[in-house]
């Protein structure tokens, strides 16, 4: 363990100050924590719990499960996906189907369900190519709005001695029904820094441009999932 160890306590550091760096310098730092434990081979659940900011809303908690389901692996797919922890990315097509709670300190709780469709594809050069396609579908006080969200994401391993991290970078584009329009996008890029089998840390860096409200709102944000696989 210790040619694995070795390069992590290299970059755990790095990690770590950037993060503070980052934070001191964006409008928001957004916490997540997302549990996954696979039921079978095709099958997961896994539970989100997360601080978010999205399409112009307020700050708000985000709790919920959500299951997801697999289609049969592809070769390609587990070749360029071989050293991250998240094997739904060896999987041609994934569909899930969440609950989200969100409490707001000044405003009445929402309900959300979220129906998602991920398209993963191995493209030239080892890069791994995301498209996921998720819906919100919200009540609040007794009224019904939707969102639809489209992220289209590249990624690819990288090997520091014998230690693999996998840096990504990712836009994502927001249709609101209450505006009738595509009303956001946001802009990431991070990393996976994998510890083991069953940890993995993604800090990145979010740009948001909101246009659905007047004025326009700019936002830049710096987050740090923690994932546990099972």
């Known amino acids: 363990m210790s040619h694995v160890r070795n390069p992590w306590l290299t970059l755990l ?3 770590l100050v950037l993060g503070i760096h980052a934070s001191a310098q964006t409008d928001q730092f957004l916490p997540e924590i997302d549990v996954y434990y696979k039921l079978n081979s095709d099958l997961r659940i ?8 999205e399409a112009g809303n307020p700050t708000s908690a985000e709790i919920g499960p959500s299951l997801d389901f697999y289609l049969k692996s592809w070769l390609k797919l587990k070749d360029v996906t071989a050293f991250d ?5 060896a999987r041609p097509i994934i569909f899930s189907v969440g609950y989200r709670y969100l409490p707001y300190p000044n405003a009445p709780s929402e309900d959300r369900f979220e129906p998602v469709v991920t398209f993963n594809f191995p493209i030239k050069g080892r890069l791994l190519l995301s498209d996921r396609n998720r819906a919100d579908l919200d009540w609040k006080s007794g009224d019904f709005s939707w969102r639809y969200r489209n992220r289209v994401q590249f990624e690819r391993t990288a090997r520091i001695h014998s230690y693999h991290l996998r840096p990504y970078a990712s836009v ?3 249709y609101e029904s209450q505006y009738e329009n595509w009303s956001d996008t946001a802009i990431y890029a991070g990393c996976l820094f994998p510890i083991g089998k069953h940890v993995q840390f993604d800090p990145y860096y979010e740009h948001q441009n909101s246009t659905g409200k007047s004025p326009n709102q700019q936002l830049k944000q710096f987050g740090l999932i923690l994932n546990l696989f099972f």
């Open 13 to 15: 550091p790095l990690v």
């Open 46 to 53: 896994w539970f989100q719990a997360k601080q978010t900011r």
């Open 85 to 89: 922890l998240d094997d739904s990315k």
């Open 172 to 174: 994502e584009f927001f």
